[in-house]
């Protein structure tokens, strides 16, 4: 059975930080690349930053420069470090494993960037 379990969302002022982690379960972690995306209410849902079983990392242009996404593999873990957060950040924060066509997605956590 597959999981990806999120946490660290909750409520930051504008310009704090937050550390996001994803823990990954039932697949063979460092084979999967791994992705951050993100929904906010009555938006789609869009990619926020990826990294593949190589290291190699890519992010939105939203977010570039302020995000870092990283990876554990012995820890079976993805994170995304998000800095100088703005209002238009707050969303719910999905992690995603993908390999060829298996595709899972965690359930997500909620991020609020309010003063």
């Known amino acids: 059975q597959v999981q990806l ?3 660290g ?4 002022q504008p310009g704090g930080s937050l550390r996001l982690s994803c823990e990954a379960s039932g697949i063979l972690f460092s084979s999967f690349v791994m992705g951050w995306h993100r929904q906010a209410p009555g938006k ?3 990619w ?3 990294i593949g079983s190589g290291g190699t990392t ?6 570039k420069g302020r995000f870092t996404i990283s990876r554990d593999n012995a ?3 993805v994170y995304l470090q998000m800095n100088s957060l703005k209002p238009e950040d707050a969303a719910v924060y999905y992690c995603k494993a993908s390999y060829g ?15």
Do not use: H, I, M, P
């Not at 890519?58 to 977010?63: E, H, I, L, M, Q």
């Open 5 to 7: 379990v999120e946490s």
């Open 9 to 12: 969302g909750g409520l930051v």
């Open 44 to 46: 789609q849902r869009e």
């Open 48 to 50: 926020v930053a990826g």
């Open 58 to 63: 890519n992010y939105a242009d939203s977010v």
């Open 75 to 77: 820890k079976n873990t």
């Open 101 to 115: 066509f298996q595709k899972y997605w965690g359930q997500g956590t909620k991020v609020t960037v309010s003063s």
